[in-house]
């Protein structure tokens, strides 16, 4: 299983980007789909993710609003459309995924089985 993230660059805050995740080795849509993002000095942390059981969206209250997930399963690719970027968001965004991930541990790194690269997102002020 590979994930591959993409689309990461610079943007001014108040900008928008769209980062994808295409997957080779399994399909999006019997796994449990997240995004993380890890800033400088700091922990890794939940963005936002697809639940496994009911393919519901689930976002962290900081992006709430600004960001959406979606998925495209003819292409096995899953998005982050980012908008309304701030400085705070800039990180190394990661995609993952996890096949037995339930609901409530979807914003936990550890259940993850596998992980994108990673791209930078860097948001200038």
């Known amino acids: 299983v590979q994930l591959q993230a993409s689309g990461g660059g610079l943007v001014q805050a108040g900008g928008s980007l769209r980062l994808s995740c295409a997957a080779s080795g399994c399909t999006f849509r019997s796994h449990a789909v997240g995004w993380f993002r890890q800033a400088p000095g700091k922990e890794r942390e939940f963005v936002g993710g697809i639940t496994r059981t009911h393919g519901g969206t689930i976002y962290a209250d900081s992006v709430k609003g600004r960001f959406t997930i979606s998925m495209d399963n003819t292409k096995n690719t899953v998005f982050l459309q980012m908008s309304s970027l701030k400085p705070g968001d800039t990180a190394v965004y990661y995609c993952?995924?996890?096949?037995?991930?339930?609901?409530?541990?979807?914003?936990?790194?550890?259940?993850?089985?596998?992980w994108g690269q990673g791209t930078l997102v860097t948001v200038s002020s």
């Open positions: 993952a995924i996890g096949a037995r991930i339930i609901n409530s541990a979807i914003n936990r790194p550890a259940w993850y089985n596998y």
